[in-house]
C-alpha cells in the first residue's frame, strides 16, 4: 500500500446477515479513493431473485417491487469484479462484506476477489478509544459527515469512504513511537487492516520529526502534556442578583432564566448564607435545568466564603453531564474564576508502571492486545488518564491489568511517578473550589473529603439514589478462593522459573534471604487453614438444598445464625491466618524497599508486580475480616446470599452479606462530617411519600425543609396498558403468555430498538426462555440482562445493533445515557412491587414487616412511588414510553401510584391489541412537534 493505491470503499445491503441461509445482495455500491481523494462513485441495486424479508425492508427501505428492474446479480458480476480487481477493499466491518461478496461471486460462477482488504470498525477502534459507539452513524454524525440515508449502500460506502480518509490522517498524524508500540503488539486484525498501518509507519520513518508541543515520550510511552493552571486568588466579594433585572444587569442578558430557576437559585442562597442553616430537600420537575438553579447560588457562596462545593450525584453519567453542560455555564456567567475537578477512586486511574509491564508481556487474550493498542492512542489524547473514558477498556477485565492501586502503591523511584495520573489529580483537586464526584465515592471518602476541604457546602444531586448507594457501599461479598489465587500468584512471581523473578533479583543478597524464606513458609501455613475453613464452609453451605432449577447453578440465602456459629467455631483459623500475613507483608515491604542502589527498570516492573499482589492480598484479608466482624455484630439483619457453579465447589462459591435499612448508616457515614446538606431530585410530594424518603435518607430526627418547586414545561407523555393478567407472586402461564404474545407482536412490527423494563428478575426469565422456546432469536436479535452474556456484550449489542429488543432491569439503563436514547420505546412490564417470588424477596418482607406497624403503606407503597418515579426519570421526552401493569389502574395502590407522576405525565390508557398503533402514532405525531 502507498500513495498509489487506490483503495474500494464497498458496503452491501443483502437480505440477511450471513451467506449460509441463502442470502443474497440487493444493493452494491462502491467508492473509489486514491491519494486523499474520492475519484469515483458507483452504485447499483441488485435482484436478488429472492423474497426480501419484511425486517430487511424496514430496515433499508427496499422493496420488491423496487428490484424486479434492477439487474440480477449474475448481470452485473463481471463489472463488479473488473472495478475492484487491483484495489483494496475497504469497508465497516469487512468480515461481512468481503465474504459475502466473494460468496456471491462464486453462485454465480465467477472468479473471486484475491485482493487485500481494510476494516474501518477497527481502525476506528484502535484510533478513536474515546467514542462511545463505532456504528457508522454515529461515527459520521462525530465527524459531521453528511450521511443522509443509513442502511442504503451509495450513503454508507460515500460516508464510509469520508471516514477512511479521516482514519487514515489521524495514522498519519499518530507519534512514530506510538505506532511502533502498536506493531509491537503483533495484532490479529481482520483481513489486512495491521498492513495499513505498517505502511504508514514505514512511509514516514526516515523522516525525521519531533514531538509536537502538547506531547512528551517517558521511557517510550507518548503522553499528552497536562498543563492545568492553579486558580488564581480573586479576594473580591461578590452580592448574588436576586430579581429578575439584577440578574439581567449582572450576567448582561446572557442566559434565559426560567422562573422557577430563579426560585431555587433565590431559596439556596437565602438558606446556605445565614448563619444556621437548614437540611434542604427540593423536589423539582424534570426538564427544569435544576443543576444550573443550584449551582450558580452555591458558587457565589463558594468565592465569597472560600469554602468548596461538593456536588455528589447519582451515577458517572451525570457527573459527565454536570461537567459538559453546566460547569461551563457557571464559569462563563460567574464574575470571579471557578475552578473544578472530579473526584474519583484511584482504580479509575490508569497506573502507568503496570501499563508499561504490559506492554512487556504478549497476552493470550488477543483482545487485550488490542486494548493495549488502544490505550496508547489514548495517551497522546488524554489529561486525566481516567479508565472511564474508554468504555470498551472499563468493561473489561483487562483494565484490572492496568488501573491504579492508590498512592501508597506508587514510588518516587518509580519511571512513571513524575506523571503519574493520580498524583495530578489529587494534586489539583486542593486548588479547586468546585469538586465532583458520585454517591458512591462520597460515601466512601465523607471524612477524608471533609477534613481535606474544611467541611465544604455538599449538595446530593438524584437523593433518591442516595440509600441505594449506601447499601452498595456496605456490600461485602467475599470470594471463598481468591486468597488461595493470589497466594499462587505471590509464589509464582518470588519463584518463576520461565522469566524475572524476585528470587532472581534480591535472593543472592543476605539481608533478603531470610525474608523470602520466611514469605514462603507462612503463605503454605495460610493455604493450609484456608483449607480446612474452605472444607467446613463447603460441608455446611454449599449443598444441594440451594441449588437453582433454571440454570443448575447453585444460589440462596444462608440462615445468619447458623453461619455465626460456624465463624465463632473457625475464629482461631481465621485470627492465625491475619498474624501470619502481617509479618508476609513485612518482610515483603523489605524487599519493596530494595537496596540502597535500587532496582533496574526490568527488576522494577518485577517488584512493582509483587507489591501490587500483596497490595491485593492484604486488601482481600481485611475484606474477609470486615465481612466476620458484622456477622458477630447482627447476624439477623444481614442478608447473606452464597453463590456457585456447582455443589461444594468453594473454588467458584462466592457469600455476599448486605444490610437493608441505609437509614441507619448515613448519619454516621455521612452526615456528621458536613454542615446541613442540599437534596435535589425529580419527585412530586406526597405525605406517604414524604415521610419514607426522610425516613430513607436517616433525616428523621434532623433539622430540615421540604420545598416543592413545579415549573409550567410541557408533560412527558405515558401510555398505560388497561387489559393485562392481574400479577401476582407465582406469574402464572396467563401472565407468562401475555407478554410474550405481546413482545411477538413488537419484535415482527414495532420500534427498532425496544427496551422492556422487568422489576421481577423471576418475571424476566419466565418471559425470556418461553421466548427462546419459540426459536425467536433465529429471526430477531434478542437479548435479557444477566442472560444472554456480560455487561460489556450487552451494552455493544446496544451501542452498536440496528434492530434489537433487550430484557432488562433498570440497573441497564442506569449504566449510561448513551444507553438509554438508543432505544426508541422503553416498556415497564411490571409495577416495582416487592414479590414474594424468591428467598431474597421473602426475607426482605419478613424484614420490613418486622421494622413497620403497615408494611404495605409505610414501606411497600411509598417504595415502589420512589422506584417507579427514578426509572421513568431515565427515560427521554422522544422516547414512547408505557407501562404493561394494568395494576396501576385497576388496583387501588395503582392508582396511588399513578398520581404521584401527574406533575411530570400526562397518560392514557389503551388494550394491548392498540399498542402498536399507538406507538406508531407516538412517532408520526409527537416526535415531529
Known sequence: MNANTVFAVVDLETTGNNTHDDNRIIQFSC????????????????NSETKVPARITKLTGITNAELKSAPTFAEVADKIYKMLSGTVFVAHNVNFDFPFLNQELKRVGHLQLPIKAIDTVTLSQILLPMVPSYRLRDLTSYFNIVHDHPHAASSDAIATAHLFLVLVKRLKTLPLQTLKSIMGLNLQLPKNTAQLIQSIYQSQVHVKQGLPDHLMSNHGLVLRRFNRNHRQLNKQKYSFPFNDHQKMDEFDHQIKFIPEQVKLMNLIYENYRNSQPDNLFVATNKGMGKKFGYGLPLAYLSHNRNQKIIVSLGSQDSEIDFVNKTVPVIKQLAPFPVSFSILKSANNYIDLNRFF???????????????????????????????????????????????????????????????????????YNKYSNLLITTHDYLLMHAKQISQQNQKPFLVIDNALELPNSILRANKITISL???????????????????????????????????????????????????????????????????NGSDNHLHGIIDGGKLKDECNFERPRFAEIQKNWKACFENANRIIAGPKQGYSLAEQSVIDHFQSLTLEMTREIKMNHEFLKRIQQDSSKLLISVTANQVHDYNNAFLTEEGLSPEHDLQEALYKYFPPVLFVDNLRIDSRVTAFTFDRLGLSAQNKRLIQINSNLPLYPLTIVDNSPILSDN????????????????????????????????????????????????????????????RAKLIK??????????????????????????????????????????????????????????????????????????????????????????????????RVILNSLTNQFTSASIHNERLLFAIANFFKNFVKK
Open 797 to 894: 449489542n446496544i451501542l452498536n445493533d440496528g434492530q434489537l429488543m433487550v430484557l432488562g432491569s433498570i440497573e441497564t439503563l442506569k449504566i449510561s445515557h448513551l444507553v438509554v436514547r438508543q432505544f426508541a420505546a422503553v416498556l415497564i412490564a411490571d409495577l416495582p412491587m416487592i414479590q414474594d417470588d424468591s428467598q431474597r424477596n421473602h426475607f426482605i418482607l419478613e424484614q420490613i414487616q418486622q421494622t413497620n406497624h403497615d408494611s404495605f403503606n409505610q414501606f411497600e407503597l411509598p417504595n415502589a412511588i420512589l422506584k417507579l418515579n427514578q426509572e421513568l426519570a431515565l427515560t427521554d421526552r422522544n422516547q414512547f414510553v408505557a407501562i404493561l401493569d394494568s395494576r396501576i389502574i385497576k388496583k387501588p395502590f395503582g
Open 731 to 790: 406469574y402464572g402461564h396467563e401472565a407468562v403468555n401475555y407478554y410474550v404474545n405481546l413482545l411477538l407482536k413488537l419484535l415482527s412490527d414495532g420500534p427498532k430498538k425496544t427496551f422492556i423494563l422487568f422489576n421481577s428478575k423471576q418475571l424476566l426469565r419466565r418471559v425470556y426462555f418461553a421466548l427462546t422456546e419459540k426459536h425467536v432469536g433465529e429471526h430477531y436479535n434478542l437479548m435479557a440482562e444477566d442472560i444472554s452474556g456480560n
Open 481 to 547: 478462593n481468591h486468597i488461595n489465587v493470589l497466594i499462587r500468584k505471590l509464589q509464582g512471581t518470588i519463584k518463576n522459573t520461565h522469566t524475572l523473578s524476585v528470587i532472581d533479583i534480591v535472593g543472592h543478597q543476605k539481608q533478603f534471604k531470610k525474608s523470602l524464606r520466611h514469605i514462603m513458609g507462612t503463605l503454605d501455613k495460610i493455604t493450609n487453614s484456608l483449607a480446612a475453613i474452605q472444607k467446613r464452609v463447603s460441608t455446611r453451605f454449599l449443598g444441594r438444598e440451594f441449588i
Open 357 to 427: 509491564v504490559s506492554l512487556r508481556v504478549v497476552d493470550q487474550s488477543t483482545q487485550f492486545q488490542f486494548m493495549k493498542a488502544q490505550v496508547l492512542v489514548w495517551l497522546t489524547m488524554t489529561t486525566t488518564g481516567d479508565l472511564s473514558e474508554l468504555s470498551s477498556v472499563q468493561a473489561s477485565p483487562f483494565v484490572n491489568e492496568i488501573n491504579h492501586r492508590g498512592i501508597k502503591s506508587i514510588r518516587p523511584s518509580q519511571p512513571f511517578y513524575r506523571v503519574d495520573f493520580l498524583r495530578r489529580a489529587r494534586n
Open 31 to 46: 467508492t473509489l479513493v486514491q491519494n486523499n481523494k474520492i475519484i469515483r462513485v458507483y452504485s447499483t441495486d441488485v
